[in-house]
């Protein structure tokens, strides 16, 4: 393949252009990026998931009753655990012990926790991490106890590990003195050293996978996840901020209740951390799993559009304005930048046909937003501009998702080619879920299997798509991989989307971007993760023309310049017979100039991460090579088939 690669004329190429999407599926928040350790920490109940005591148990044959006391610790955690003796002979230590969310990794490191308790009692409280294999107790602290007769008292600890537990089977422990009879607890609270040391915040090494992808956006709260599901409790802003104390939590999409600690603030503090761009989605009015009779009709979506203008004075109004004082008595002064808002998610979809988001849904939010905020952009959620064509011009962007096969997105590389110009587009959710079919270039199809990870073959065929995108940055945005986490312990995103509304989680398999447990170290970043973290770290500041004497395929293309002679080409390889010889002619370049060629590869198509005996794998191999220019400045080198490669000079 001969290319020729000019020094200018391409499109600008948007700041955006890699970024990330989060949700709370597959326990990827509670118990997942959010740190908090202990689950159920509160007995958070809703309709949908009535308040329990799993998974906590007794210590010390401690007899523990869920009780709603005459005083809560608030109207928000209403329930609460009472631990007494079994008797009132019983003189002994007793408690409560959590296993956390599927375990609790200990390294020698701060663990910062806190309790609500409700008594008379007056000894002292004992708190532990120990391990569930052995008799070892990893760490131990004893304080007194502050409570007061009818009164909800919060008491606070650290637990020092002096060593790593070898595992993560351990349990926390919190004991007392059954002497004086029993104790209320609630919101019973450990957090590790969390990413940027925030109160509340993030586990570290998952921030830093996601970080290392050198994201510029992130998309969030959903995602199906804010729409609700046939509970019609769609994600509600004002219910996800202040002290957790304040927090209900809900009833989430994926089949678990959500405690809404990781809500508006910690998502903004999210970006912040990451220095990334906010996309934020509010719902629309449409609830999932239902037929057309619950899209909200004008009247009913009023006070919603109402509270969207509420948390948009949350997020960016004057500490003098209602919702900004509000903001700033939670200790923050300053507004976010925020910059994007979408409306709705897949307004698209399940809608039985109707056209209500064009009609009046989108319209509502664009004519109550606008005015307020006119350097906001609005983002519909249709995936085309059916909803955003007869608005004005902040309102040209939509958020477009496709989940699919390799040979589709490879056979969708002029996707973006042709598409307009005024109007833009966010890739807010892709990847490639499911196997080939024989001979037919075809969608998904949800009810056959999917992968069980991210393959290289579909990394590569997303390697293709994201050049389709890059190619066409003057129409495309930005692009985020969904779904980004998997809890290997409890995940449901490739079921069927009929038995997602269900509720059953039949169908193990899933591709997500990166999948952990609760050991810190067992991170895997899935080969999708691979590609991404090449080309989002190879960022140029506009495309460039190439002429070649083939056409796309087997190898896919696109060249940008940063600064003049500063190029990154990038390539990938899909169902080539023989490896590819390429001859790069850049514009400008002479002979002897230096380039670095960096190619990613996996043995075979097919091969995937996995996780073996706990030993994690991913397939993808990594090789740098330094060239020189030949005659003309041109570089040459080899690909082989499904190689995906970036050269800079
Ligand atoms: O990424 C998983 C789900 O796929 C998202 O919640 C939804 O937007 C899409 O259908």
């Given at each position: 393949i001969?290319?020729?690669?000019a020094s200018?004329?391409?499109?600008v190429s948007s700041?955006?252009?890699?970024g990330?999407?989060f949700?709370?599926?597959?326990?990827?928040?509670d118990?997942g990026?959010?740190?908090?350790?202990?689950?159920?920490?509160a007995?958070q109940?809703?309709?949908?998931?009535?308040?329990?005591?799993?998974p906590w148990?007794?210590?010390g044959?401690?007899?523990?009753?869920?009780q709603?006391?005459?005083?809560?610790?608030s109207?928000a955690?209403?329930a609460?655990?009472?631990?007494?003796?079994r008797?009132?002979?019983q003189?002994?230590?007793i408690?409560?012990?959590n296993?956390?969310?599927?375990?609790?990794?200990?390294k020698?490191?701060?663990?910062?926790?806190?309790?609500?308790?409700?008594?008379?009692?007056k000894g002292?409280?004992?708190i532990?991490?120990?391990?569930?294999?052995?008799?070892?107790?990893?760490?131990?602290v004893?304080?007194?106890?502050?409570?007061?007769?009818?009164?909800?008292?919060?008491?606070k600890?650290e637990l020092?590990?002096?060593s790593?537990a070898?595992?993560s089977?351990?349990?926390?422990?919190?004991e007392?003195?059954?002497?004086?009879?029993?104790v209320?607890?609630?919101l019973?609270?450990?957090?590790?050293?969390?990413?940027?040391?925030?109160?509340?915040?993030?586990?570290?090494e998952l921030?830093?996978?996601?970080?290392?992808?050198?994201?510029?956006?992130?998309?969030?709260?959903g995602?199906?996840?804010i729409?609700?599901?046939?509970?019609?409790?769609?994600?509600?802003?004002?219910?996800?901020?202040?002290?957790?104390?304040?927090?209900?939590?809900r009833p989430g999409?994926w089949?678990?209740?959500?405690?809404?600690?990781?809500?508006?603030?910690?998502?903004?503090?999210?970006?912040?951390?990451?220095?990334v761009t906010?996309?934020l989605?509010?719902w629309?009015?449409?609830?999932?799993?239902?037929?057309?009779g619950?899209?909200?009709?004008?009247?009913?979506?009023a006070?919603?559009?109402?509270?969207?203008l509420?948390e948009?004075?949350?997020?960016?109004?004057?500490t003098?304005?209602?919702y900004?004082?509000?903001?700033a008595?939670?200790?923050?002064?300053?507004?976010?930048?925020?910059?994007?808002?979408?409306i709705?998610?897949e307004?698209?979809?399940?809608?039985?046909?109707s056209?209500?988001?064009?009609?009046y849904?989108?319209?509502?939010?664009y004519?109550?937003?606008?005015p307020?905020?006119?350097?906001l952009?609005?983002v519909?959620?249709?995936?085309?501009?059916?909803a955003?064509?007869?608005?004005?011009?902040?309102a040209?962007?939509?958020?477009?998702h496709?989940y699919?096969?390799?040979?589709?997105f490879?056979?969708?590389f002029?996707t973006f080619?042709?598409?307009?110009?005024?109007h833009?587009?966010?890739?807010?959710?892709?990847a490639?879920v499911?196997?080939?079919?024989k001979?037919e270039i075809?969608?998904?199809?949800?009810?056959?299997?999917?992968?069980?990870?991210?393959?290289?073959?579909?990394a590569?065929?997303?390697a293709?798509?994201?050049i389709n995108?890059?190619?066409n940055?003057d129409?495309?945005?930005?692009?985020s991989y969904?779904?980004?986490?998997?809890n290997l312990?409890?995940?449901?995103?490739?079921?069927?989307?009929?038995?997602i509304f269900?509720?059953?989680?039949?169908?193990?398999?899933?591709?997500?971007?990166?999948?952990f447990?609760?050991?810190?170290?067992?991170?895997?970043?899935?080969?999708?993760h691979?590609?991404i973290?090449?080309?989002?770290?190879?960022?140029y500041n506009a495309?460039v023309p190439?002429?070649?004497d083939?056409?796309?395929?087997p190898?896919?293309?696109?060249?940008?310049?940063?600064?003049?002679?500063a190029y990154?080409?990038?390539?990938?390889?899909?169902?080539a017979?023989?490896?590819?010889?390429?001859?790069?002619?850049?514009?400008g370049?002479k002979?002897g100039d230096k380039?670095?060629l960096?190619?990613?590869n996996a043995p075979?198509?097919?091969?995937?991460?996995?996780?073996e005996?706990?030993v994690?794998?991913?397939?993808?191999?990594?090789?740098?090579?330094?060239?020189?220019a030949?005659?003309?400045?041109?570089?040459?080198?080899e690909?082989?088939?499904?190689?995906?490669?970036v050269?800079?000079?």
């Open positions: 001969n290319l020729t690669v200018n004329g391409g499109n700041p955006l252009m890699y990330l999407m949700e709370d599926i597959n326990h990827s928040g118990g990026i959010y740190a908090e350790l202990i689950q159920n920490r007995f109940g809703s309709l949908e998931y009535p308040s329990t005591l799993t148990e007794p210590v044959g401690a007899v523990l009753t869920l709603n006391t005459s005083v809560p610790l109207s955690l209403p609460s655990v009472n631990v007494a003796p008797s009132s002979a003189r002994s230590t408690g409560i012990s296993p956390g969310w599927w375990g609790i990794d200990i020698p490191q701060t663990y910062t926790g806190s309790f609500w308790a409700l008594g008379t009692y002292q409280f004992t532990k991490l120990q391990s569930n294999l052995t008799s070892d107790i990893f760490a131990t004893t304080i007194p106890s502050s409570c007061q007769a009818g009164k909800w008292v919060e008491h600890f020092e590990p002096k790593a070898p595992n089977n351990n349990t926390f422990v919190l007392f003195d059954s002497t004086s009879g029993s209320n607890f609630n019973i609270s450990l957090f590790p050293p969390t990413y940027n040391n925030r109160a509340n915040g993030n586990r570290p921030m830093a996978a996601l970080k290392a992808l050198n994201p510029s956006f992130l998309r969030i709260p995602g199906n996840n729409e609700g599901d046939v509970y019609h409790y769609p994600w509600r802003w004002n219910e996800t901020i202040g002290p957790l104390t304040q927090r209900p939590g999409t089949g678990y209740g959500n405690t809404d600690g990781l809500g508006l603030v910690e998502y903004l503090n999210w970006c912040t951390d990451l220095d906010p996309v989605a509010v629309s009015g449409m609830y999932l799993g239902n037929d057309i619950h899209i909200l009709s004008a009247e009913a979506l006070p919603w559009v109402e509270d969207t509420n948009l004075e949350f997020i960016l109004g004057p003098t304005s209602t900004g004082a509000l903001r008595s939670l200790g923050y002064p300053n507004p976010w930048p925020l910059k994007y808002l979408e709705g998610n307004d698209d979809l399940y809608t039985n046909g056209t209500t988001y064009a009609e849904r989108f319209k509502m939010f004519d109550a937003i606008s307020v905020y006119p350097e952009t609005l519909s959620s249709t995936g085309d501009y059916t955003v064509g007869g608005s004005g011009a902040n040209t962007y939509t958020d477009y496709v699919t096969r390799p040979d589709t490879v056979s969708m002029g080619d042709h598409v307009s110009r005024v833009k587009t966010l890739i807010g959710e892709y490639c499911q196997g080939n079919l001979n075809t969608g998904v199809n949800w009810d056959l299997p999917k992968f069980d990870w991210p393959v290289w073959v579909g590569v065929s997303e293709i798509w994201s995108a890059e190619r940055s129409a495309v945005i930005g692009m969904a779904p980004g986490f998997q312990n409890s995940y449901e995103w490739t079921v069927s989307l009929l038995s269900k509720y059953s989680h039949a169908n193990p398999t899933q591709p997500d971007l990166v999948s447990t609760a050991d810190t170290s067992q991170t895997v970043l899935s080969t999708s691979s590609v973290e090449l080309f989002s770290n190879a960022r495309t190439v002429t070649s083939t056409s796309y395929g190898a896919y293309w696109v060249a940008g310049v940063s600064e003049p002679g990154t080409f990038k390539t990938a390889i899909y169902n017979t023989e490896s590819v010889p390429f001859n790069v002619q850049f514009t370049l002979q380039g670095t960096t190619v990613l075979d198509g097919l091969s995937a991460v996995a996780l005996e706990g994690v794998q991913n397939p993808v191999t990594k090789k740098v090579t330094q060239l020189v030949g005659s003309g400045g041109a570089f040459s080198f690909l082989e088939n499904y190689s995906v490669a050269l800079t000079t």
